[in-house]
């Protein structure tokens, strides 16, 4: 499976600046995926990272908070602006594995907590 | 209805016990389902994929009941490292939907 590198692993900013979080991959892949997890929730899409056009975003997340690029196929990033306590989360970068186990591989997420 | 719910326990089970939990799913047509494995402030990690009835490997069994549109994971002879959080995740055709977790505690 693929290996990924996500960077920071953690930050502690202050309410109203952002943060953008890095994530590179060892191959080559079509998609790239950002999750958040809140304190004691699962885990909740934010957008699918597509190279070579926009981020698909879903229901509740937006690009003026989250943008994100893609600039090829093997690295991604998501910024999170504007930030306020409430953004207070872990945020997950990860890619779908292929053949038989395609289960997502995840990066080592980025613990952020916002003051 | 939630796309895929789990009992988020927690589960308090003694070394060597036996433990089983189960993930119930709304869509009738996914076709494969996962169980990851999170430890704590860690990265989710893939445990098992269930593709037809079941998939066994060593102490840990996944099970798909399709009628009933729930799927089960067994951990047999439980270890202290067996601890963690689990979770149940359903494919759909543009994402993986995330159960809640399940929390084990195995203790000495």
């Known amino acids: 499976s693929a290996v990924i590198s996500q960077k920071p692993s953690r930050d502690i900013c202050q309410r109203g600046t952002s943060l953008t979080i890095q994530c590179q991959v060892d191959?080559?892949?079509?998609?790239m995926f950002w999750y958040r997890q809140q304190p004691g929730q699962s885990l909740t899409l934010i957008a699918t990272?597509?190279?070579?056009?926009?981020?698909?975003?879903e229901s509740g997340f937006v690009i003026d908070k989250f943008p994100i690029s893609r600039p090829n196929l093997t690295f991604s990033t998501l910024t999170v602006s504007n930030m306020s306590p409430e953004d207070s989360s872990i945020y997950l970068c990860?890619?779908?594995?292929?053949?038989?186990?395609?289960?997502?591989?995840f990066g080592s997420g980025t613990r952020l907590t916002v003051v | 209805r939630k796309e895929v719910e789990q009992d988020p326990g927690p589960f308090n089970v003694p070394e060597g016990a036996t433990v089983a939990f189960n993930c119930t799913y709304s869509?009738?047509?996914?076709?494969?389902f996962f169980w990851y494995r999170q430890d704590c402030r860690k990265e989710p990690k893939l445990l098992m994929s269930?593709?037809?009835s079941g998939n066994e490997d060593g102490r840990f069994t996944a099970q798909l009941n399709r009628a009933s549109q729930y799927i089960s994971l067994l951990i047999r002879d439980s270890k202290l490292s067996d601890s963690a959080t689990y979770l149940c995740?359903?494919?759909?055709?543009?994402?993986?939907?995330f159960g809640t977790g399940t929390s084990l505690t195995v203790i000495p």
């Open positions: 990860s890619v779908s594995g292929t053949g038989e186990n395609y289960g997502y591989t």
């Open positions: 191959s080559q892949v079509t998609m």
């Open positions: 990272a597509n190279q070579g056009s926009e981020a698909t975003y």
């Open positions: 869509n009738s047509a996914s076709q494969s």
């Open positions: 269930v593709y037809s």
């Open positions: 995740v359903v494919p759909s055709i543009n994402q993986f939907y």
